[in-house]
């Protein structure tokens, strides 16, 4: 079965631009959160989406918003991009509406470069 | 702030040694995950611990979680260069917080030289 994919890989934009990020969950998985890791440093939680709504918002501005859509896939949106958005981005899926027993399996992520 | 504390930030062993990484909070850990990450890629799921007490072993990785459920440890035995990459605790430290939010540490880079 195939894991969590993402895509792009890799993305260089410029200051002010906007990007979207894709997310496809493992098959069966309906959940499905983002991540925001900059180097040397842990993931820092954006969002979390389950059954096509918002569950769970980390501390990050309204430039970042985020989708789920009927077949479970998802979309991490960012306006107005700043430099320090430059980080890699993660998504993970699990089964249900994460419950502390539920692990999360990420994804490859994507890297965003803000010049 | 940072919710999760790990030590050491790097490590350098020769191939076949012991190593431990520890991952402490001063909130309770609701479901400790362990995973290991290449330098710029995806986190790979190792361990996840749940119960004050709990041990857990795949292959020559054994984690442990403390009874008090705040501190949790990664023992890899008789080291080999695959082992290498960053290892990362993630947990949820506040039982009211969003589910499915996980604090991570920033992370251990362990280098293991032949």
């Known amino acids: 079965d195939a894991g969590v994919t993402q895509s792009p890989t890799h993305l260089i934009k410029t200051r002010g631009q906007h990007v979207t990020l894709r997310c496809s969950p493992i098959s069966g998985h309906k959940s499905v959160s983002w991540y925001q890791q900059v180097l040397g440093q842990g993931p820092q939680f954006i969002f979390q989406?389950?059954?096509?709504?918002?569950?769970g918002r980390g501390n990050f501005p309204d430039r970042f918003s985020a989708r789920q859509f009927p077949n479970y896939s998802s979309e991490l949106n960012v306006n107005a991009l700043l430099l320090g958005d430059s980080a890699l981005y993660l998504c993970?899926?699990?089964?249900?509406?994460?419950?502390?027993?539920?692990?999360?399996?990420f994804g490859p992520g994507t890297r965003l470069t803000v010049l | 702030s940072q919710e999760l504390e790990q030590s050491p930030q790097s490590l350098i062993v020769q191939e076949g040694k012991n190593l431990t990484i520890n991952c402490t909070s001063s909130?309770?850990?609701?479901?400790l995950y362990w995973y290991k990450q290449k330098y710029g890629e995806g986190l790979i799921f190792l361990m996840m611990?749940?119960?004050?007490?709990e041990e857990k072993s795949h292959e020559k990785i054994t984690a442990k979680l403390d009874e008090k459920k705040q501190q949790s440890s990664l023992h890899i035995t008789a080291s080999q260069p695959s082992h290498a990459g960053i290892y990362l605790c993630?947990?949820?430290?506040?039982?009211?917080?969003?589910?499915?939010?996980?604090?991570f540490g920033r992370g251990t880079q362990l280098t293991v030289w032949p």
């Open positions: 993970a899926s699990s089964p249900r509406r994460t419950t502390s027993t539920d692990t999360q399996y």
């Open positions: 909130k309770t850990l609701y479901g």
């Open positions: 611990l749940q119960k004050g007490g």
């Open positions: 989406y389950y059954e096509k709504e918002e569950r």
């Open positions: 993630g947990a949820q430290v506040d039982r009211g917080s969003t589910l499915g939010r996980l604090y």
